[in-house]
């Protein structure tokens, strides 16, 4: 049969090799599945993140030293001005997105960890769809700040939250990034990647939150207006992302 099937068709092809047995001997190969650590464009697109976040910090140390002192101590409205340069701003807004695109890769992984590696859509377009939730929510704060801040604080307040809150975002970005670095290539336990995104994360929120308090709510002593805008207009849209990327990885899974 094999004979009859090259003489009739594939003798007249390019793919016929006359000393070449149409029997194939061993079993086939079963193809690895994805890894992070394998991936050649995750790897250029790291180092590329590390070299640049090198050069950035030694040429913005100034600044960030600055604000290193001077994050746990409250501001007085009238003594503290702009102090940043352009430069500094756009180092900061860097550092900003390095970390958007940093929370999208590690959910990717963790996903793939903890609820399967089977998805409907292929590892880019996974990782593109977790890093833009990520920025969603980032942007619809952001909006939320600039409808909600004029109604109740002044100027010179919304001006020193948004310097802290920017500084803050920035330095999870900065800091994320050894951390997915060793969850690719220094084979860190997915459960102590977890656990160190969730503790950066959560920290940059709770030194939010303190510098919230100290610039829009502590001269006045309003804490129960405090409580009830970390509840509104914090909590509330963190839930609704948690939720959000929950509802995602389950509707993307595939069920075999």
């Not at 990647?193 to 919230?212: A, Q």
Request: hydrophobic share 50%; with cysteine.
């Amino acid at each position: 049969m094999d004979t009859l099937f090259q003489e009739s068709y594939v003798k007249h092809t390019p793919f016929y090799h006359e000393g070449v047995s149409p029997i194939r001997l061993g079993e086939a190969g079963v193809p690895t599945d994805y890894s992070v650590i394998s991936d050649d464009y995750v790897a250029v697109g790291a180092l590329l993140l590390l070299l640049v976040s090198i050069l950035t910090l030694t040429r913005s140390w100034r600044f960030v030293c600055f604000h290193g002192r001077n994050l746990l101590r409250t501001p007085r409205e009238n003594s503290i001005e702009m102090r940043e340069t352009m430069k500094e701003v756009q180092y900061q807004i860097y550092f900003w997105v390095q970390g958007v695109i940093i929370l999208g890769v590690c959910t990717f992984m963790l996903s793939r960890e903890y609820f399967g590696t089977s998805y409907s859509l292929d590892v880019y377009p996974m990782m593109g769809v977790f890093t833009s939730c990520f920025a969603a929510y980032y942007a619809i704060m952001e909006l939320l700040y600039l409808i909600v801040h004029p109604v109740f604080f002044t100027k010179q307040q919304r001006h020193l939250m948004g310097l802290s809150r920017v500084f803050l975002t920035a330095t999870q970005g900065a800091v994320l990034l050894p951390i997915m670095l060793l969850g690719i290539y220094g084979q860190l336990n997915p459960e102590n990647v977890l656990r160190s995104v969730l503790f950066i994360v959560i920290s940059t929120l709770l030194l939010r939150f303190y510098k919230v308090y100290c610039i829009f709510f502590k001269k006045n002593g309003r804490f129960l207006q405090f409580f009830l805008y970390l509840c509104t207009l914090e909590a509330v849209p963190l839930v609704i992302l948690t939720g959000g990327l929950y509802a995602i990885v389950h509707f993307l899974k595939i069920n075999i």
